[in-house]
């Protein structure tokens, strides 16, 4: 696993072995750059993500590369991605790591411009997740949401979204809402 663009172009990540993390695939992560590039331009630099069900951070650190001014990555366990994070020592003032249940988020210290989740495949936790982004305070007016789901996964869309874009990846759906 590596980042696929930006600064850190290159750059290989910790993965770690066996089936409790499953990262955003390089290809995956490269077309939803582009997508959003395509959509929203190529300056993220006053953007900030939340990477929610970040496992190895992979996405938020691929969003760090492409020049986001903020990451804050939120995991039930911070072992992975606190281990990638030692690579990007140079960054450490540009993101954050939460050690939190996505199914009990604590209140928002601040609103994000987007978010990025990829909740374990068919287990219910997606719409859960989002409920509590929007209980809590975690997202701000017009947020971005890109959510990631098996392609087979039933997923009922919350009524505050807009569905922006929907793509297939492999085994992954990736859905583009907006926060309304």
């Given at each position: ?5 930006g600064k850190y172009r ?19 992560r490269e077309a939803i ?6 959509k929203l331009g190529g ?138």
């Amino acid at each position: 696993m590596r980042i696929v663009g930006g600064k850190y172009r290159g750059k290989k990540l910790w993965t770690p072995q066996g089936k409790e993390v499953r990262p955003t695939s390089e290809r995956a992560r490269e077309a939803i750059f582009n997508i959003l590039y395509s959509k929203l331009g190529g300056d993220y630099s006053k953007l900030s993500l939340l990477d929610i069900f970040c496992g190895t951070g992979a996405f938020g650190f691929e969003a760090l590369s492409r020049g986001f001014n903020y990451v804050t990555f939120v995991d039930i366990d911070t072992i992975p991605v606190n281990k990638n994070a030692k690579l990007f020592a140079a960054e450490k003032e540009r993101f954050n790591v939460i050690k939190a249940d996505a199914m009990r988020l604590p209140q928002a210290y601040r609103k994000y411009d987007m978010v990025f989740m990829d909740a374990p495949y068919a287990k219910g936790q997606t719409e859960q997740a989002l409920t509590q982004l929007l209980m809590q305070n975690w997202l701000g007016k017009q947020a971005v949401c890109i959510v990631e789901v098996r392609n087979d996964e039933r997923f009922l869309l919350p009524e505050v979204f807009e569905l922006l874009d929907e793509r297939v990846y492999g085994l992954a759906r990736v859905l583009f809402l907006r926060y309304c």
